[in-house]
């Protein structure tokens, strides 16, 4: 017979908690299982006005709505608060009743803005320490990559300003020294700021964009460390801070960092030779520009000279900021047969700059060319570690675009994103060990009777587990 559903329910009666109309492997209730916030109240109380004023929202439900969203994809607060209202699985992850009123959405905003990008730091941090404690990453082989993020500003948004005018308010901004000028007119961006032009590959254009820059841990990819800074950064400038961090955070020393091509830098491979990390970034070739390209000087670190093709000493001379200039006798290249292609045009000799860090350089070069199975392997390892960290984040936690403007609400929605996704890897982890231990825990029921574990659907089972 052809059934009917009545569908004008009038009241909706419900006897025991939100949690039985949940199913047990929906991700809220995964995560709920690892999620540890009670150290939350102690480390924001002294954003709050101690015995006066109105009482704030609990610190920990605010930080479950921002988890919330997150976690299913939803990214913008007014979203996130309309789909609350309905959705029985965020009321009873941010522990509301289905009769109790939700916090209003722009509460959320001035919460990020009351406790700072610091306060979010630590909680991403606490999810790495979680994970470092629950043996699922290790902090040996890290993994090191940087994505773009485009900004949330439209394209109108853009204005071009002479390149000079730019340069000095960048320098006065971040203390640095100017850099160097490659045009006459730069855009910048007058309703985000921070965000600078950049772009993935060459034949793609310049949008306005931040950076992350992570770090994943090898074990099952944990996230081990994010920094967000503005698109133009170069990644090559983060890597030392970065294994840095890791150090501090994890109270480990990584034996072994990955990274790509864009990090193979002479000070990068200095900079990991001096902690005893093992580097295992692809040095690119010296680029071919004249017929007697700098690999045919053969650098000589025990006398500190060069030797050109001809076998003739060039010593060092001027320093510079970043090396020092080595110069030939005019006399040595007076009659050799490769002047015409060695000397620049109206030189008598040969000058050739040489950075503090070429021979880490060569050092790294000559690896490349003697990379064992294992070094390939774990090369091979960082493209689905890092890379596949930066597509689950940009897929399906939002992290495509930036949701905020400003560097700080960046930062804020960088650690956010990466403590769920460490959230999630713990979830796994201990989802695994749950079904193992059911799986191997000794059998007290009679054999194939029908109320053994072992016979019940995982679902069940899991019920039993909990
Ligand atoms: S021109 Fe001078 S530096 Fe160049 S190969 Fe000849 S001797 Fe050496």
Not at 207 to 226: N, S
Request: charged letters at 30%; hydrophobic letters at 40%; one cysteine or more.
């Amino acid at each position: 017979m052809l059934g009917r559903k009545e569908r004008n329910q009038l009241e909706l009666f419900i006897t025991g908690s939100l949690r039985q109309l949940i199913p047990d492997d929906h991700v809220l209730v995964r995560v709920d299982r690892v999620l540890d916030l009670s150290w939350l109240r102690q480390e924001v109380a002294d954003c709050y006005c101690l015995g006066d004023g109105r009482p704030g929202i609990d610190p920990e439900v605010a930080v479950r709505l921002m988890l919330a969203g997150l976690l299913l994809g939803i990214v913008h607060d007014r979203k996130l608060m309309r789909e609350a209202h309905v959705n029985i699985a965020i009321r009873w992850f941010v522990g509301y009743g289905l009769h109790e009123a939700l916090p209003d959405h722009s509460s959320l905003t001035r919460i990020r803005q009351r406790w700072g990008a610091e306060r979010f730091e630590k909680i991403f941090k606490r999810t790495v320490e979680a994970c470092l404690k629950a043996k699922i990453a290790t902090a040996e082989v890290v993994h090191i990559d940087a994505s773009l993020i485009r900004a949330n500003v439209s394209w109108d948004s853009l204005v071009e300003r002479h390149v000079g005018e730019v340069l000095d308010e960048n320098a006065a901004a971040t203390n640095e020294k100017k850099g160097r000028q490659s045009g006459k007119f730069k855009k910048v961006c007058v309703t985000d700021p921070d965000a600078t032009m950049a772009t993935n590959a060459r034949n793609r254009r310049l949008e306005p964009a931040y950076k992350q820059h992570t770090a994943v841990d090898d074990k099952v990819g944990v996230i081990l460390d994010v920094e967000v800074t503005t698109g133009q950064t170069n990644e090559g400038d983060i890597i030392e801070l970065q294994v840095d961090e890791v150090g501090r955070t994890t109270g480990i020393r990584p034996t072994a960092v990955t990274a790509d091509a864009g990090y193979a830098y002479a000070k990068v491979y200095a900079a990991l030779e001096k902690r005893d990390i093992d580097a295992i970034i692809p040095a690119k070739a010296e680029p071919i520009r004249s017929r007697v390209p700098m690999r045919r000087f053969r650098y000589d670190a025990k006398h500190d000279i060069l030797k050109c093709p001809k076998g003739r000493i060039l010593r060092p001379k001027r320093p510079l900021k970043y090396g020092r200039f080595f110069y030939s006798r005019a006399k040595d290249c007076a009659r050799c047969p490769l002047r015409s292609d060695c000397l620049s045009k109206g030189r008598a000799n040969k000058a050739v700059v040489v950075g503090d860090d070429y021979p880490a350089l060569l050092r790294a070069r000559r690896r490349r060319e003697r990379w064992s199975a294992e070094d390939r392997r774990l090369y091979q390892r960082h493209r689905w570690r890092s890379e596949g960290f930066h597509g689950e984040a940009k897929s399906w936690h939002g992290l495509a675009r930036a949701i905020r403007r400003g560097l700080s609400n960046m930062k804020i929605q960088a650690y956010l994103t990466a403590a769920v996704v460490n959230l999630k890897r713990l979830a796994a982890a201990l989802y695994a060990l749950i079904s193992v231990s059911i799986a191997f825990r000794p059998c007290a029921w009679p054999h194939r009777a029908t109320s053994c574990p072992k016979m019940l659907p995982m679902r069940k089972r899991r019920s039993i587990a909990e």
